[in-house]
């Protein structure tokens, strides 16, 4: 059974840091992708980051060059099973539910939620002006 765990939400003022962390359990092993969304109120789920196991990395324009998604360190031959979302520069229109999802590939991992089978609780983030 797959599960999926975020942490690190939280209150910031604008232009203010904020990294979120995401951690997958269950694929024993096995490659997988592991990528953030999120939802405000009143507004369709977001695609925000992504990166897939050999290290590309794809994100929403509306935070590229202000977010940054990684994964944790393995040993060779392993996958990681964290991704890191680091968030600089945020600004109020960043306040969501950011939700992490998991989906069995992670040779290309799209910022599409309908590809993904595995989703997180979710954690709020909040950018006061």
């Known amino acids: 059974q797959v599960q999926v765990v975020e942490s690190g939400g939280g209150s910031k003022q604008s232009g203010g840091s904020l990294r979120l962390s995401c951690s997958a359990s269950g694929y024993n092993g096995r490659r997988f992708c592991l990528t953030w969304f999120r939802q405000a109120p009143g507004k369709e789920r977001e695609g925000v980051a992504a990166?897939?196991?050999?290290?590309?990395?794809?994100?929403?324009?509306?935070v590229r060059g202000r977010f940054t998604i990684s994964q944790s360190d393995v040993a060779q031959g392993n996958y990681a099973n964290t991704r890191y979302l680091q968030m600089d520069n945020v600004r109020p229109e960043d306040t969501a539910m950011y939700f992490c999802?998991?989906?069995?590939?992670?040779?290309?991992?799209?910022?599409?939620?309908?590809?993904?089978?595995?989703w997180g609780q979710g954690t709020q983030v909040t950018v006061s002006s």
């Open positions: 999802a998991a989906e069995d590939d992670g040779w290309y991992c799209s910022l599409k939620g309908s590809d993904y089978a595995y």
């Open positions: 990166i897939d196991s050999n290290g590309s990395t794809r994100y929403a324009h509306s």
